[in-house]
């Protein structure tokens, strides 16, 4: 028997994030361990009078690449997604990995490569987002090896991304319509100003939100959600910063990062697990090194770290910064082939001030 939440969660993403309209072709982007998800957004989208079009891949499909690839087949542009990305007017992309750590033994400068390639469609996206002509959104499916990484049974795990996503409601989207307004009233605290302090026993840094404009995240781009963020200036961020959660990127998870930013610019960083991996990254391109967001988790739904950047970004009584491309939309100019958030929390003697004035202690706004 179907699930029904699985059902819910697709009249989420049809109805709320993407807001099919008749004449959109949607790309489904999906392994095909998310058959069920997949199959209710195709049914989903053809009721809204869209054009859906399957994008499935093989659950090992990017180990198989970077194993029996050649270099110019780590170089080679996706067409089919290329094309997406140029020219549709949404798409829905599910993580549905069954092993998570399928590309951690795969040498860095070949993840480089292939990011490198694929550089051109997270541009579009960021481009044709930030302008509105690309409605996208990423979620994600409950598999064995996502619930094995967050430490959980299956049934557990898929009860946890459910209640996140809040599907398991009877009308879901009307929770992310009141998350938008209450998160409406942190962005009009923090909006508008200059200098942001950050302190607490894992960091203490200064940058600029100077003519940066706070995207209040409810569930159009991420499901589930709940965050607002912003570009900072991109040479503001002086101080240091100590991500106390794993900082993970293409499957590989990087302990313990400690920055140092200088003028913007990162001029040291370590880290107790996997620092080749992370100087490798930072090596990427210019932008690598400069900050791309910085953002206010405010989802308390999310109480736990599961080891995925979707849900663990927005888990309520944290901050986490991306190093790379900004959102253009927030007025970022930052450019990278890399997007890497990095959380760290602030539920204990911490603090944030903007311009003087302490709006957020504790993990909470005050």
């Not at 087949?73 to 094309?83: A, G």
């Not at 993970?248 to 370590?270: D, H, K, P, Q």
């Not at 849900?311 to 082939?337: C, V």
Request: proline residues 4%; aromatic residues 10%; glycine residues 8%.
């Amino acid at each position: 028997m179907a699930d029904p939440r699985v059902e819910k969660l697709a009249d989420i993403l049809v109805d709320h994030s993407t807001r099919i309209q008749p004449g959109d072709r949607v790309a489904i982007e999906a392994t095909t361990a998310a058959q069920p998800l997949v199959s209710a957004l195709y049914a989903r989208i053809l009721e809204r009078g869209g054009h859906p079009h399957l994008l499935l891949d093989l659950p090992e499909q990017d180990e198989l690449l970077f194993r029996h690839g050649k270099d110019e087949q780590l170089d080679f542009i996706p067409t089919f997604r290329k094309l997406v990305y140029d020219q549709f007017e949404s798409r829905i992309r599910i993580a549905s990995m069954t092993n998570t750590r399928g590309l951690s033994t795969i040498e860095p400068a070949r993840q480089k490569r292939r990011q490198k390639a694929l550089s051109p469609i997270l541009e579009a996206q960021m481009r044709r987002g930030a302008d509105q002509s690309f409605k996208w959104v990423s979620t994600l499916y409950p598999t064995e090896g996502y619930a094995m990484e967050a430490e959980m049974s299956l049934r557990d795990y898929e009860d946890f991304v459910f209640r996140a996503c809040h599907a398991d409601e009877a009308d879901p989207v009307a929770f992310w319509k009141k998350m938008e307004d209450r998160q409406r009233k942190f962005v009009d605290r923090i909006e508008g100003h200059n200098q942001v302090a950050l302190t607490g026993p894992n960091v203490d840094l200064t940058l600029s939100i100077k003519g940066r404009k706070f995207m209040n995240s409810s569930g159009r781009h991420n499901m589930p959600d709940g965050e607002i963020y912003t570009g900072p200036v991109e040479e503001s961020a002086n101080g240091w910063v100590r991500f106390d959660y794993p900082a993970i990127y293409n499957g590989v998870m990087v302990e313990g990062v400690e920055l140092t930013f200088s003028n913007g610019r990162v001029t040291s960083a370590s880290a107790q697990k996997n620092q080749a991996f992370l100087h490798e990254m930072l090596e990427s391109d210019a932008g690598a090194r400069y900050l791309g967001e910085f953002a206010i988790g405010a989802n308390n739904e999310i109480d736990r770290f599961i080891h995925n950047i979707l849900f663990d970004e927005k888990i309520g009584g944290t901050f986490h910064m991306a190093l790379g491309a900004g959102y253009p939309e927030t007025g970022s100019k930052n450019k990278s082939i890399i997007h890497w958030d990095m959380i760290c929390g602030m539920r204990q003697d911490s603090e944030i001030a903007v311009d003087g004035e302490v709006v957020y202690k504790n993990g909470k706004f005050v």
